[in-house]
């Protein structure tokens, strides 16, 4: 399952890059929330242009199709490091100190190694659809208004790029627990029992969560 897990800072290398690249990832977070908001309001515009004036928006579909990428992708480094992702903890919730390090470091490389080989592919698929010398660049496009569709393609590798480089810094962290056997290691996310998870957002809503 999924759970609100803390991730702790110092003031070493690892901790600064941490911070460094969480920024970004909360740069794209707030472009995926705005693409949801954005969409949202197509969604009024058009049914209330259908409704009132018979004239719904041109292309409706063809811009949710380029604007979907900005919804499912932008956010998946930043769930990455909040702990977000949905995941099974029945087996690695029972382990404490390096052998849970371990069985993480194991499945974030597998997670990496994933990653990788979704790069160069959707980097390939970028490609094949972008043409400097095309109209608008784009070899294909949508099919009722014809909106270029390589700056979606485009998002898909670079959204995995951030996703990467989040995964070689929990890597490093990972791999500097097991070594050093800390347990509560930096830039990871640290699963939180249910009274913490409480106590924090019961924090946040009264406004005296630390900041």
Do not use: C
């Not at 919804?71 to 998946?76: D, E, F, L, T, Y």
Request: without cysteine; proline residues 4%.
């Amino acid at each position: 399952m999924a759970m609100k897990a803390s991730v702790l800072g110092d003031d070493t290398l690892l901790s600064r890059l941490d911070r460094a690249l969480y920024r970004l990832e909360q740069f794209f977070g707030l472009i995926s929330g705005l693409a949801v908001f954005g969409l949202m309001l197509l969604a009024v515009y058009s049914v209330g242009g259908r409704n009132l004036m018979n004239q719904p928006v041109r292309g409706y579909v063809d811009w949710i199709e380029v604007i979907m990428p900005l919804i499912a992708i932008s956010g998946i480094a930043y769930a990455q490091r909040d702990g977000g992702h949905i995941r099974m903890d029945i087996l690695v919730g029972k382990l404490r100190g390096r052998a849970l390090w371990i069985a993480e470091f194991i499945s974030t490389l597998l997670i990496f190694m994933l990653i990788v080989l979704l790069i160069w592919g959707s980097w390939a698929h970028f490609q094949r659809s972008f043409d400097i010398n095309a109209p608008l660049f784009s070899r294909d496009s949508t099919i009722d208004i014809k909106l270029p569709i390589w700056p979606a393609k485009l998002l898909v590798p670079v959204a995995f790029s951030v996703l990467g480089l989040r995964l070689v810094l929990q890597l490093w962290a990972y791999g500097r627990a097991i070594r050093t056997g800390s347990a509560e290691p930096v830039a990871v996310p640290l699963v939180e029992d249910v009274a913490a998870i409480a106590a924090r957002e019961a924090s946040a809503v009264s406004g005296r969560e630390d900041r």
